[in-house]
Nanobody, 121 residues
Framework: QVQLVESGGGLVQAGGSLRLSCVVS????????MAWYRQAPGKQRDLVAV???????NYADSVKGRFTISRDNAKSTVYLQMTGLKPEDTAVYYC???????????????WGQGTQVTVSS
């Protein structure tokens, strides 16, 4: 089995910071891209940031300059450092990773269970 477990969410005031973590575990051969998505109530799930295995990153325009995605390949972990948080950043944040599982021939996407981030004004 493959598991993605997020942590680090919580309640923070506008202008504050949070750091999300997502640890991948299980029968893994390799991990390609890792990403963070978010979904606010009543809205679709949107991409926040993505990082390649080599460290190339891309961000949604709404978070550029405020959020930083990083990863530790040795620990199979992806991080999202969030600064300058705004009430509109309130959402459930999900991590996702393209994983090659043992005994499988192709990469597929796996998702975590999500962690709530609430930013008060």
């Amino acid at each position: 089995q493959v598991q993605l477990v997020e942590s680090g969410g919580g309640l923070v005031q506008a202008g504050g910071s949070l750091r999300l973590s997502c640890v991948v575990s299980g029968s893994i051969v390799s991990i390609n891209a890792m990403a963070w998505y978010r979904q606010a109530p009543g809205k679709q799930r949107d991409l926040v940031a993505v990082i390649s295995r080599g460290g190339n990153t891309n961000y949604a325009d709404s978070v550029k300059g405020r959020f930083t995605i990083s990863r530790d390949n040795a620990k199979s972990t992806v991080y999202l450092q969030m600064t300058g948080l705004k009430p509109e950043d309130t959402a459930v944040y999900y991590c996702s990773a393209e994983i090659l599982k043992e005994g499988v021939l192709a990469f597929r996407s796996y998702w975590g269970q999500g962690t709530q981030v609430t930013v008060s004004s």
